[in-house]
């Protein structure tokens, strides 16, 4: 039996921990083990093998943003780069040609990944510039204009929403522990797929959209709970 064809027998799990190990040996003591949760994501579309590499690479991704973009901060890194692995994933998923044809090893694999990432930090800075000369613009239009009380309450509610996001993310992240729950999340909200074209592409585990549904809605339910809570707590404060 060749190291492919047992590497294709083993539980999703045992390739999980036999990458992390592998990703703390030297190159020369590969035994595809992270190649294989790669392509277990690309071409056998499985979440939990997606949700692994999430964990197992942010850190890594991380790191690339940084390299790249020394000059922002580490919360603007955190908030852009998570955007590199749907970037991935749309790209090497558009081709049929199998992963194994395209890339030969991890090493390359992890290569085309950090192309993704500069990819995206490249878009975002182009996309501030561009803010940033709209921006401008209105300031020479309005130099000698005060700012309305409008103006100056649009911005408050602005960076309430913003505050919002950050403080629902941090929920995510704590009460959301489910992996069922969290592979429909990062379905829903990463990779952008609707309940139809999850049930769709993962019948297995969601063998209808309704399903997708209702567990969107049960997170939902107890995340409205949550902040309901908070907020009469604030209130009595």
């Not at 579309?45 to 390299?67: C, F, N, V």
């Not at 919360?75 to 998923?93: G, N």
């Not at 609707?194 to 567990?215: G, H, T």
Request: contains cysteine; glycine residues 2%.
């Amino acid at each position: 039996m060749s190291n492919q064809d047992r590497l294709n027998h083993l539980s999703i799990d045992a390739i999980i921990e036999g990458c992390q190990t592998e990703a703390t040996q030297p190159r020369d003591q590969e035994s595809g083990y992270c190649f294989e949760l790669f392509r277990r994501a690309l071409e056998d579309e499985e979440p939990t093998a997606w949700l692994a590499i999430d964990a197992q690479y942010r850190q890594l991704i991380m790191r690339w943003g940084s390299d790249y973009a020394p000059d922002l901060p580490t919360e603007e890194i955190a908030r852009i780069v998570p955007d590199a692995l749907p970037k991935f994933w749309q790209s090497l998923t558009k081709s049929t040609v199998p992963l194994i044809d395209r890339f030969a090893h991890i090493g390359a694999l992890l290569k085309y990944l950090k192309q993704c990432t500069s990819s995206v930090l490249i878009d975002y800075r182009r996309q501030f510039q561009r803010r940033e000369r709209i921006r401008q613009r209105l300031e020479l239009a309005n130099q000698a204009l005060s700012i309305s009380q409008e103006d100056e309450q649009e911005l408050v509610d602005r960076l309430e929403q913003e505050q919002l996001l950050q403080q629902i993310r941090a929920w995510i992240q704590t009460h959301v522990t489910d992996v069922e729950e969290q592979q429909v999340l990062y379905l829903s909200y990463q990779v952008g797929l609707s309940p139809a074209q999850i049930a769709a592409r993962y019948p297995d585990q969601f063998p209808e959209a309704q399903l997708v549904r209702r567990i969107k809605e049960r997170i939902l339910k107890r995340a409205r709970r949550a902040f309901q809570t908070h907020s009469q707590q604030n209130l009595t404060r």
